[in-house]
């Protein structure tokens, strides 16, 4: 059987052990500059889904000013220029860019000209005219600047990149938060949510936050039917016509 003695030693030890990993942890929370988190990290997709908000929520040590950076999943998007012959619009040129972001949104806390010079604006991508957009092929510069304004043109008119920034409000000196809106056709996938500490035009702490937008339910299953198996999906979505053709003609016959 262990003694007192030696259980009380053990006891001791092991409270002492607590006291300095506890100790560190503290240590590493207070060095952290900026720390910021979700109100949901999941955005579900359902049949009836109209678009949603996120809240972003955080924590400085000191004060400082925050910019938000919201950039969702990346692919390749093809922009085509349109020119009028013979009476008809025509597809005669076309620039096909690769990692484009699906969704784009900023939130900062003052005006951007206020924060950061254009190098650090650059460098994080902090706005549209920052945002770097490559084309697959190479182009002269007045064509590459106009067919990345009509690419940024088409994501605005469709929702999916934002008009103007979001507002970062501080509650006090060091808590802040802002709100994020996503559109019924936000695209799924993984995003990354970029909150960034500023002083003196400097960005001297960030971190980089998940998020995942997915679809679920019966949304998801024919969207994975649509994707994986397109015949039968044709082929269901034809007979499901018919029927209701036939439903609805039935239906007015009686009347």
């Known amino acids: 059987m262990v003694s007192v003695a030696k259980r009380r030693a053990v006891q001791a030890v092991a409270a002492l052990g607590g006291l300095l990993l506890g100790g560190t942890v503290a240590a590493n929370v207070w060095a952290q500059q900026l720390v910021a988190d979700l109100s949901s990290h999941l955005i579900a997709i359902t049949t009836g889904f109209t678009g949603t908000e996120v809240v972003l ?25 349109k020119e009028r012959i013979a009476g008809m619009w025509i ?20 005006p951007l000209d206020q924060l950061v010079g254009r190098p650090v604006l650059e ?10 957009l490559g ?10 600047a106009a067919f990345r304004a009509a690419l940024i043109r088409n994501k605005q008119r469709a929702g999916l990149y934002a008009l103007t920034f979001g507002q970062v409000a ?22 990354n949510v970029e909150a960034l500490l500023i002083r003196d035009g400097e960005v001297v702490s960030a971190q980089t936050t998940p998020l995942v937008v997915s679809k679920i339910g019966f949304s998801a299953e024919v969207y994975d039917i649509a ?11 034809v007979v499901g016509a018919i029927a209701a053709g036939w439903a609805a003609g039935a239906a007015f016959r009686r009347v």
């Open 57 to 81: 929520f955080g924590t400085t040590d000191g004060a400082g000013d925050v910019a938000i950076v919201v950039t969702g999943p990346r692919g390749s998007a093809t922009v085509r220029r």
């Open 91 to 110: 597809n005669t040129d076309s620039a096909r860019f690769e990692q484009v972001p699906g969704f784009y949104t900023v939130a900062t806390s003052r």
């Open 123 to 132: 460098r994080h991508q902090i706005g549209l005219p920052q945002l770097q």
């Open 135 to 144: 084309p697959r092929e190479t182009l002269d510069p007045q064509e590459l």
């Open 170 to 191: 501080f509650l006090g000196e060091r808590l802040f938060r802002t709100n994020i809106y996503f559109p019924a056709n936000v695209p799924t996938g993984l995003y």
């Open 227 to 237: 994707r994986h198996r397109p015949i039968t999906y044709g082929v269901v979505a």
